[in-house]
């Protein structure tokens, strides 16, 4: 037995010396373009505030979170079924709360922008040059983005590529609205002109509509997301309340009853899902990236 084993490793070894001289050809591009969802779970955590976390952690730990509540669950109530349902919410938590800090921040990003663009636009035509007027941001802008802008006025003192410090401030802001005013800017640097001031009036007085009426519909709609939660979550506060009686779970310790509670646990996502597509607004994609 000990031979076998030793030949299979002494074979998988010449293998792979094998293998290592005849690399594949990557598509560069392919390589640098990460998946939709490690895009998406990359400027979630940016804009929750949590810049330092990649999104492969947040995968980690949302596993981590399903297999200890799994197993926490199943030693208390000793029912396979109920423990998966309790360790698959668990799992998701960490990923809702990074979405719903990331939305939070993205509304109260959307009623800071339009200040912001009045600021650069002041500095335009106090005469300041385009960098000076987006690094003055940085000191005289709205308080949550002065972070961003101070970074990016250091990296301009250092470098002096107005480019690659605008590419760099859009990875720290990862927001669809930032992207729109560098790619603006950007534009404004390349080609010139004087208007400039009119471009950034004309985007902030769309930015202050767009946010008003966001605003008032969020509020109008608000009520149907609270019921949908609501609605999701009252069976199971229930089913957790039983599940403090073991005479009360024994029914779902059979096939049929794990197969009665799984299929409930599915309507209830579907559901979940479709209330919650119906009444949320649209979001803002990074299209401009």
Not at 54 to 68: D, K, W
Not at 108 to 131: K, Q
Not at 165 to 184: G, T
Not at 253 to 265: E, K, M, R
Request: net charge positive; charged share 20%.
């Amino acid at each position: 037995m000990t031979g076998v084993v030793l030949g299979l490793l002494f074979g998988t070894g010449l293998f792979l010396i094998w293998w290592s001289f005849w690399p594949r050809e990557v598509d560069p591009e392919r390589q640098s373009e990460p998946p939709a969802l490690i895009r998406r779970l990359r400027d979630d955590l940016v804009q929750a505030g949590y810049p330092t976390i990649t999104p492969r952690t947040l995968l980690v730990g949302c596993s981590v979170a399903f297999t200890l509540v799994f197993l926490f669950v199943y030693a208390v109530v000793g029912v396979p079924a109920i423990a998966f349902c309790f360790a698959v919410m668990a799992a998701w938590g960490p990923y809702a709360l990074v979405r719903m800090r990331a939305r939070a921040r993205r509304n109260r990003l959307r009623d800071l922008w339009p200040d912001a663009v009045d600021n650069i636009t002041s500095a335009v035509r106090a005469g300041m040059s385009l960098p000076e007027a987006v690094s003055q941001l940085g000191h005289r802008g709205p308080e949550e983005l002065r972070p961003a802008f101070q970074a990016f006025a250091q990296d301009y003192r250092i470098t002096g590529r107005f480019h690659d410090c605008l590419d760099r401030l859009k990875e720290r802001l990862s927001d669809p609205i930032a992207d729109r005013l560098i790619e603006s800017l950007r534009i404004a640097r390349e080609v010139g002109g004087s208007d400039l001031g009119r471009l950034l009036r004309t985007l902030s007085v769309f930015l202050r509509e767009d946010s008003r009426t966001r605003a008032e519909l969020e509020t109008r709609q608000s009520w149907t997301v609270n019921a949908a939660r609501l609605a999701v979550a009252a069976p199971w506060i229930v089913l957790a309340m039983l599940s403090t009686r073991p005479e009360s779970v024994q029914a779902y310790s059979s096939a049929t009853g794990a197969i009665v509670l799984l299929v409930g646990a599915a309507i209830t996502m579907v559901a979940y899902w479709l209330m919650i597509r119906i009444g949320r607004l649209p979001e803002d994609e990074r299209v401009l990236r």
